[in-house]
């Protein structure tokens, strides 16, 4: 799949909560391309900033050459582009990494804060049963759009939505089953998830969460711990960006 830089320009941005915001960009070869569970690298406009930012596809409109990231502004990178307007322009690169498998089976979608973005395009493609398990610590967001797909249920910290507690309290207290699993979030919780699908011998594809640099693999930036010997760096990692940011449960050390 090609990888482009260009330069695409806002269509709109809104918040959607503290901190979290939601843009539309035309971006239409990147769009053509992309899947759910792919990512996009965005250059910021300070040139002393020469890393971009990888930011998940939250949804990926093909027949307008659209796509749309979600994101929370943790930095002077997101925050620049929490600034953007509509008509702005801005560079980026993708589609990047490898997205979610389309297994059709009686699925969980579990995503765990700005883990959540990639489980609405997923929930878009995949057909089948699903139930969307969201994590938040307090303020939601997307739910309500997800609930369009698939039964949500919630896990809040504070116990002010769902079930109090955390993804996977969610999931026994609801009695919950499934057949595969895709989950994107903070590693603790993907972990508590890849010892239930090992143990319960359900298929399970995991979207990691790293720090990247270069955003194609070149770098060795943002590798994981692999159960099997990587054919580019000779060692038990894996690059997320590249050859990730998708995996299955049994291939990583988590």
């Known amino acids: 799949m090609a990888k482009r830089k260009m330069t695409a320009s806002v269509v709109c941005q809104e918040p959607l909560a503290s901190d979290v915001f939601s843009m539309w960009i035309q971006a239409d070869a990147i769009a053509k391309e992309a899947s759910a569970g792919q990512f996009v690298s965005v250059y910021t406009k300070d040139g002393a900033k020469l890393l971009p930012r990888p930011i998940s596809l939250c949804e990926v409109d093909k027949e307008q050459g659209r796509i749309r990231l979600v994101y929370r502004v943790v930095g002077q990178g997101t925050k620049e582009f929490s600034t953007y307007q509509a008509g702005e322009s801005v560079a980026i690169l993708g589609p990047l ?97 890849q010892a239930y699908a090992l143990e319960k011998g359900i298929e399970c594809y995991l979207s990691l969460e790293e720090r990247m640099a270069c955003g194609i693999g070149a770098c060795l930036g943002c590798v994981c711990q692999s159960k099997e010997v990587d054919e580019h760096s000779h060692v038990h990692n894996k690059r997320v960006c590249n050859d990730g940011p998708v995996f299955r449960a049994e291939e990583v050390e988590l």
Request: aromatic share 8%.
């Open 97 to 193: 990494g490898n997205g979610f498998p389309l297994v059709h089976k009686k699925a969980f979608l579990i995503g765990g804060g700005i883990g959540i973005p990639p489980m609405l395009e997923l929930s878009k493609q995949l057909q089948g049963e699903k139930q969307i398990i969201l994590g938040y610590r307090d303020i939601r967001f997307l739910d309500e759009e997800l609930a369009a797909y698939g039964k949500v249920y919630l896990a809040t910290e504070d116990g002010s939505a769902g079930t109090k507690g955390n993804v996977m309290d969610a999931i026994r207290q609801n009695a919950l089953e499934a057949e595969v699993i895709f989950a994107c979030g903070p590693t603790p919780m993907l972990r508590a998830i």
